[in-house]
């Protein structure tokens, strides 16, 4: 028996029994359009994050500072400083451009309105280009500012809207703290990046969070301690090269080695490997969840195969008696198998795709549909026809010609 012979005896027999066929089907459908939907699912977290990760701020090096605890009644020790930036943008080539930052929280007044634990960021000015943040209205404060600890912020688009809704807050002075500061800008809306809603924050000075806002007596008496400094590296220059200027520049200062350096240098691509490393665990695991409809699909294949073996003993007996080879009965019940399994994973990748578009369109959660995930889950689909089609079709085969052709 030819293979397109078999293909159209198969086609055929699932024509003349469609509501079982679709039903036997169903699991296939179900799986393939969960594997996809689900990879979409993670693939478009996993942009997303990159995209938001890029979108602070290109060719970025961050150094952390990180501080041991003293003993008792005595101050941490370790981290950055201030003028560890300050070196690092003199004594490092191929840097651009170097900006520090501290955070804290405090209340937020100005007139009745108030809001408590409000973010507090203090940096220097060159934030927002090295940070890729834009200035919807005002200006962002001078380094001739900072030197002088001028009290004056900038706001987030939505702390900003929250303080003086339709008003124009440039001009106006609000109270942070017990501080009261003049505002002179307000920031376009970023959105939240990570775990971090840069629209809520307060920006100052960082020599005015030094002097008003540090969080603790210990922090006073250190003065300058920061917590990040955001090294932005020229694109024409090797970015490895520039780590390597900045860990030693810094364990020189520090009087330490790279081996007990207090502090952390990480890049961007660090940041995404490490998140894509994460979502790649996960949308495994998830393929492996909606595959198990697949193997579902599988067994009802299986069923209905024996069902339908059952069913036909007679045409089977009548086929043997004509010529039929126990190899043609194996072929033919293995292609209808085959056959329900690929037309199930074919409707199944216009269900998945289909469903993974419109489950972007309607949620929040952005989806992006992966061939890998379409061509996985259709062969997969194909191998488990031929699985679980296998043996009902051997069956098949091996019933013996007179008993089948007396079968009733």
Sequence with gaps: MKLSEAAHIAWEAILKNKIRSFLTMLGIIIGVAAVIIMVAISAGTEATIQEQITSLGSNLIFVQGSMS????????????????????????????????????????????????????????????????????????????EIDRKQKMVVLGSAIAEELFGEDDPIGQVITVGTTKLTVIGVMEEKGIVGTTDYDSYVFMPITVVFQKFTPSMFARIMGDSIRMIYVEVDPDENIDDIITQVELLLVKRHELTLDTADFTVTTQQDIISTQESTTSAFRSLLAWVAGVSLIVGGIGIMNIMLVSVTERTREIGIRQSVGATPDDIRLQFLTEALMLSIVGGLIGILVGVGGAYIFGALSDMRTVVQLSSIALAFSSAAIVGAFFGYYPANQAALLDPIEALRYE
């Design 69 to 144: 605890r003293g003993g008792p009644g005595q101050p941490p020790t370790g981290g950055l400083v201030f003028d560890d930036a300050a070196a690092i943008e003199d004594g490092v080539s191929g840097v651009t451009s170097v900006v520090v930052e501290q955070s804290s929280s405090e209340t937020v007044k100005f007139g009745d309105v108030s809001f408590d634990d409000v973010s507090i960021l203090g940096t220097t000015s060159g934030f927002p280009s090295v940070r890729d943040m834009e200035l919807a209205d005002g200006r962002y404060f001078t380094d001739k």
